[in-house]
């Protein structure tokens, strides 16, 4: 069966780290570019960060910017979304994206409605004290 599953969500205190998971299965994600986005509650959804698979190259938006990473896990064919520092306001359901890589990463984040290959089912991070 060929899909992406998100993982790695729950409950932490502002200031606290998740690091959210990103598996395929079916394919190969090292082909793809994978964008991950949120979507608060009552709110559209937005892009958050994508890795490339033309070089690796890694993009942000301004509100996560030097407190998310984005990695490559190739044998297991995951990407991670590292978080830190994390602020009530990151509170949302995250989603990955995958596309056979035909734009560029800043294109991809600004458009949550591009016609993506393959989405995942989002997983829920809710940061409060």
């Known amino acids: 069966q060929v899909q992406l599953v998100e993982s790695g969500g729950g409950l932490v205190q502002p200031g606290g780290s998740l690091r959210l998971s990103c598996t395929a299965s079916?394919?190969?994600?090292?082909?793809?570019?994978i964008a991950w986005f949120r979507q608060a509650p009552g709110k559209e959804r937005e892009g958050v960060s994508c890795i490339s698979s033309r070089d690796g190259s890694s993009y942000y938006v301004d509100a996560v910017k030097g407190r998310f990473t984005i990695s490559r896990d190739a044998t297991a064919n995951t990407v991670y979304l590292h978080m830190n520092s994390l602020k009530p306001e990151d509170t949302a359901v995250y989603y990955c994206?995958?596309?056979?890589?035909?734009?560029?990463?800043?294109?991809?984040?600004?458009?949550?409605?591009?016609?993506?290959?393959?989405w995942g089912q989002g997983t829920l991070v809710t940061v409060s004290s």
């Open positions: 994206a995958a596309d056979y890589q035909i734009v560029g990463c800043p294109y991809y984040t600004s458009h949550p409605g591009y016609e993506f290959d393959y």
């Open positions: 079916g394919f190969t994600l090292d082909h793809y570019a």
